[in-house]
């Protein structure tokens, strides 16, 4: 979970607050909509009022309940896509309701956090196409029950500035790092960086690419964390069915080339969380064919910083046509849950241990 070490400049002077009927009040049980092998549950059931959804994001609050968000509409890249929401825990949520939209189009790839005062962040792309992409924030200061006019996080700039799927991470210095990419001819990754809370962004340059270890067009989508004070990195989606790495030594000031992993990537997202112990657990789908299948969704544990991956049991397993994917992942104390996607349909949640993990894990390797 993003921790806010300082506290937060005010970034809007005068905000337009709105009151999201139905999240946090409206529950409705979505129980019977278990899996009982994996655990999982639906945060929303058979009744939506849009067609698809894909791209969840969650955020844990202070009372143990979560906020989850996603963009839902008729398809992707559809003008009637929005960013919606829902409040609660497993099994028992708050109705979806639409949190942004900013105008008849299209929306996209949802990012929440949470600063150390409750103040809950939400992150969101619109436009059409990923060249016009412009990212957007809303705020929140009770737990998502009303939010802020939305506002520009860099006002006038295309092709999607700050996180572009994944939660950011501040360092041990205070930094904010907003992994990032672009998608317009070659696949870039780069960081967006602050260093004043958030009221300004620094880009990086676009990162390097072992490109005899990596085909394609390139990589996209990173996940980070912070190993030790000073020492960053990142796992990536590449088109070169692996999942790719950087490492960085200076607070994320540079990086060396994105290089390749043991572990397959079928060119779709994935996420990670550190756990309060240093482990990392990672979802990601186990396909080592560019744009191949989005199933099985796996989650596994790493205790060495990311070089091997040891405990790891199926969250979906699924089938031919099944899609579980774009998860996220968050985590505090020993504790992580995930959403994604099921089948575009719904946005499917788990919650649990590192000892339920290496349980299942254990039970699946049998």
Same mark, same amino acid.
């Given at each position: 979970m993003f921790q806010f070490k300082k506290s937060i400049a005010s970034i809007l002077v005068l905000t337009t607050v709105f009151y999201l009927t139905g999240c946090g009040t409206d529950k409705k049980d979505t129980s019977q909509s278990a899996d009982?092998?994996?655990?999982?549950?639906?945060?929303?059931?058979?009744?939506?009022?849009?067609?698809?959804?894909?791209?969840?994001?969650?955020?844990?609050?202070?009372?143990?309940?979560?906020?989850?968000?996603?963009?839902?509409?008729?398809?992707?890249?559809?003008?009637?896509?929005?960013?919606?929401?829902?409040?609660g825990n497993e099994g028992h949520w708050s109705a979806p309701v639409e949190v942004a939209k900013i105008r008849e189009d299209a929306h996209w790839n949802p990012v929440l956090q949470k600063g150390p005062d409750g103040t809950i962040y939400l992150y969101f792309k619109v436009g059409k196409e990923i060249a016009q992409w412009e990212t957007w924030v809303k705020t929140s200061k009770d737990g998502g029950n009303t939010w802020s006019e939305a506002y520009e996080l860099m006002k006038g700039d295309k092709g999607g500035r700050g996180p572009v799927k994944n939660k950011l991470i501040e360092l041990a210095d205070g930094t904010w790092l907003a992994g990032s990419s672009n998608e317009v001819g070659r696949w870039e990754i780069f960081v967006d960086r602050s260093e004043d809370s958030g009221k300004t962004w620094k880009a990086s340059q676009f990162f390097k690419v072992d490109t005899m270890q990596i085909k394609g067009k390139g990589a996209i989508q990173p996940t980070l964390w912070e190993s030790e004070p000073g020492k960053i990195h990142m796992l990536v989606r590449t088109t070169g069915g692996v999942i790719g790495r950087s490492d960085s030594e200076d607070n994320g000031k540079t990086w060396s080339p994105i290089y390749a992993t043991a572990l397959p990537n079928p060119n779709s997202g994935i996420d990670l969380a550190k756990l309060e112990d240093g482990t990392l657990a990672l979802a990601?789908?186990? @396909? +080592?064919? #560019? $744009?191949?299948?989005?199933?099985? %969704?796996?989650?596994?544990?790493?205790?060495? @910083? +990311?070089? #091997? $991956?040891?405990?790891?049991?199926? %969250?979906e397993a699924g089938d031919k046509d099944d899609e579980f994917s774009y998860p996220a992942v968050i985590s505090w104390g020993d504790s992580v849950a995930v959403t994604y996607t099921w089948n575009r349909q719904k946005v499917a949640f788990w919650k649990g241990s590192k000892a339920d993990i290496v349980r299942k894990a254990s039970e699946e390797a049998k």
């Open positions: 009982q092998s994996s655990g999982r549950t639906f945060v929303f059931g058979d009744e939506r009022p849009f067609a698809q959804c894909h791209a969840s994001t969650l955020v844990r609050l202070d009372n143990g309940q979560f906020l989850v968000a996603w963009f839902g509409g008729t398809e992707e890249k559809n003008p009637d896509v929005g960013i919606w929401l829902s409040k990601y789908n186990p @396909d +080592g064919r #560019n $744009w191949g299948s989005r199933y099985p %969704l796996m989650l596994a544990l790493s205790y060495d @910083d +990311g070089k #091997n $991956w040891n405990d790891k049991f199926k %969250l």
